[in-house]
């Protein structure tokens, strides 16, 4: 079994502020990590994943996140958020028998000017 | 760039009703899934399909629920007797290859209304 905890429904941040997006997960076998974004009207759009290797994963947009094994998680970050990042943030896991995708129920951005 | 592409983007139906949607993927694309979005929520898992075989359902998909995908190419996903709780975003998306690394391109969606 699989799942995905985004203990966050919304985040708050001024722009020019870093920006963090929480995201744990439990899997019984290797974790393939993934984050997507939802802007509104439009489907959801990959940014980045972690497969094996390096633990900071860089993605689209100067989005990067960091695998923390011991942890279980998976966090989206951004040195400096614009307004423009603004949306629906959706972390996901997938194990290594390579079935479905889970998906985290959505973490809402607000980045203010 | 053609992308993943669902047809209709909106659909308005009376309870009782059966209704169909269409995905065309990204040609070559051998992975094709279909997942349900309500507001608030994550997308839920309903089943995929490798080529035309149907892999795996979700227990959410009661017998109401049908989807093919004759050729391996375009999937149909049709909902019978609709109930109000069918009202959602219903999402189609395909990938590449069927490692467990490959990422999915998503549709924009089909948005059902049960009225």
């Known amino acids: 079994a699989q799942s995905v905890a985004q203990p966050e429904d919304q985040v708050n941040v001024a722009e020019g502020n870093p920006l963090t997006v929480k995201c744990t997960y439990s899997?019984?076998?290797?974790?393939?990590l993934f984050w997507y974004v939802q802007y509104p009207n439009r489907g959801l759009q990959f940014l980045l994943k972690?497969?094996?290797?390096?633990?900071l994963v860089k993605g689209s947009y100067g989005f990067e996140a960091e695998f923390n094994k011991s942890q279980t998680s998976f966090h989206l970050k951004k040195p400096s958020a614009l307004v423009s990042d603004s949306a629906l943030y959706f972390c996901?896991?997938?194990?290594?028998?390579?079935?479905?995708?889970?998906f985290g129920a959505g973490t809402q951005v607000v980045v203010t000017p | 760039d053609t992308g993943v592409s669902q047809d209709p983007r909106h659909k308005i139906t009376k309870r009782g009703q059966n209704v169909t949607f269409r995905c065309d993927p990204i040609?070559?694309?051998?992975?094709l899934y279909w997942y349900r979005q309500t507001l608030g929520q994550g997308p839920e898992f309903l089943t995929y399909?490798?080529?035309?075989?149907?892999?795996?359902k979700s227990r959410l998909l009661s017998d109401r629920f049908s989807a093919e995908r004759p050729k391996g190419s375009f999937s149909t996903l049709e909902i019978q007797r609709t109930e109000q709780g069918d009202s959602a975003m219903y999402l189609c998306?395909?990938?590449?290859?069927?490692?467990?690394?490959?990422?999915?391109?998503f549709g924009s969606g089909t948005q059902l209304s049960v009225l």
């Open positions: 998306a395909s990938s590449p290859r069927t490692g467990s690394n490959e990422k999915l391109f």
């Open positions: 040609s070559e694309h051998n992975r």
């Open positions: 899997v019984s076998g290797n974790p393939y």
């Open positions: 399909f490798q080529n035309e075989a149907q892999l795996e």
């Open positions: 996901a896991v997938r194990d290594d028998s390579w079935g479905k995708l889970q």
């Open positions: 972690y497969i094996t290797g390096d633990n």
